[in-house]
């Protein structure tokens, strides 16, 4: 099928299309093998009336309605293959004269499409990038957390609990004086001063003594969960059974061996501090990246449209939908206890997703440009490597050609980075390492 590509404003184009009449005729035989399954003519079993019956009998016009869909759907896609076109919104379809057996059948399709990228410097840019080190205080921090993970709760012969302590507890809450669901518990372990209750709760219990009971008075915040108690004074009555302390282990080398793969807590520092140096390059390596791409997008140009800003919002609005069920919740619930409308989640969004639209144009525009491919085994290896993630997901539904098309895309882009990254000039501490690295190379070499 012939089709020609004119060019309109805001992005879309009018597809001029014509079908020949052998096209046509196919397309007449295909309605007609479509129809006849449907329609029941006495005197014929069903799919078995012949089409000059059908026709004499319904007229021809039965036919026109399917051939026309017919032909449009293949007409449309065929454009859209030919000309590299990416449709944003559902094609406005438009045909003057009406469709004839064997003859020649012309129709048109104006549609908006993503808009062009009008690329500009890309390679050989200079870009800050960080040379990250590992101070003492990394490492120490890195080992507190480690006294944390692995304290105990000991018992103490304080006379009064102080802040920081853990207090073990029985409390009875009261609203108006009556006892309310979820406001009772025995044996309860608090943390003092954690803010794992509603302001007032822990504040209140410092300076009792193992022992005593005491009338604990407090408000619910105004945002709390449960609407019944949001807002209101309660009174809980408390009774402190013991007072623990954490009790840190000793950072020595028996501990680094109780961890099982060091044999001394120097050695156990020694990794940390590599691991800690692993992380740090990642993270400069992925802003490098981030800045990177950031300076290509905007050395580009190309203007995004109202309708592919709201297709690409719903698009964030469904995964977040999706991401919620995951964890059964629902969007409806979060927008309640934020106070927030769609519309207004949507403005907060529309940043994000214009920023993210144009860096996928740009960097889909470089992935052209430069020729980039994917093969078959490199897409076969993604998929091997999101399976071991997801070892319940059926490895045949990740071949549907819609998850193939989004993993060869995803490729293709991180291709299209690394070519930036290879060609960019760092900037900064480690570009001077860099050089510093060159010079050497080039007194080896002398």
Wanted: negative net charge; without cysteine; hydrophobic residues 35%.
């Amino acid at each position: 099928m012939q089709s020609n590509l004119n060019k309109l404003e805001n992005n879309r184009v009018l597809l001029e299309m014509e079908a020949d009449p052998q096209e046509v005729t196919e397309a007449f035989n295909q309605a007609y093998k479509k129809m006849v399954n449907k329609i029941n003519v006495p005197g014929f079993r069903k799919g078995k009336v012949p089409r000059f019956m059908l026709e004499k009998q319904f007229g021809k016009e039965i036919l026109y309605q399917d051939a026309i869909e017919i032909l449009v759907s293949q007409g449309y896609y065929e454009a859209l293959i030919k000309h590299k076109l990416d449709p944003v919104d559902n094609p406005k379809i438009d045909f003057e004269d009406e469709i004839e057996d064997g003859k020649a059948f012309k129709f048109t399709a104006e549609v908006e499409v993503l808009p062009e990228v009008t690329l500009g410097e890309y390679k050989g840019l200079t870009v800050e990038k960080d040379n990250p080190k590992v101070t003492d205080e990394d490492v120490d921090n890195e080992l507190k957390l480690l006294q944390e993970r692995h304290a105990e709760l000991v018992g103490s012969d304080k006379k009064i609990v102080e802040n920081g302590d853990f207090a073990i507890i029985d409390f009875d809450g009261y609203l108006d004086g009556k006892p309310f669901p979820g406001g009772t518990a025995q044996g309860y372990t608090v943390e003092i001063g954690a803010g794992g209750f509603i302001p007032g709760f822990e504040e209140g219990m410092i300076g009792m003594a193992p022992g005593e009971e005491k009338d604990v008075e407090v408000t619910f915040p105004e945002d709390y969960h449960q609407p019944d108690l949001a807002g209101k004074d309660v009174v809980f009555k408390i009774k402190l059974h013991e007072i623990k302390v954490k009790e840190l282990p000793v950072l020595d080398d028996e501990f680094a061996k109780s961890l099982g793969r060091f044999e001394s807590i120097e050695e156990y520092k020694e990794d940390i501090k590599k691991q800690i140096q692993e992380y740090k390059e990642q993270e400069a390596n992925k802003a490098f990246e981030n800045a990177l791409v950031k300076k290509v997008v905007e050395n580009s140009s190309l203007e995004l449209t109202d309708t592919l800003i709201k297709r690409e919002l719903e698009r964030s609005i469904h995964n977040i939908e999706h991401d919620f069920a995951g964890r059964g919740l629902k969007l409806e619930e979060y927008l309640d206890s934020t106070n927030q409308s769609m519309e207004e989640l949507q403005e907060e969004l529309r940043p994000r997703v214009e920023e993210n639209l144009k860096t996928d144009l740009v960097l889909s525009a470089i992935v052209e440009r430069e020729g980039i491919t994917v093969s078959e085994e490199e897409i076969n290896k993604r998929l091997e490597y999101i399976l071991q993630y997801y070892p319940s997901t059926n490895k045949e539904e990740m071949q549907n050609p819609s998850v193939i098309a989004g993993i060869n895309a995803s490729l293709e882009k991180e291709k299209a980075i690394k070519l930036l990254v290879d060609s960019t000039k760092p900037e900064g501490e480690t570009a001077e390492i860099i050089k510093d690295e060159e010079k050497v190379e080039e007194v080896k070499e002398e």
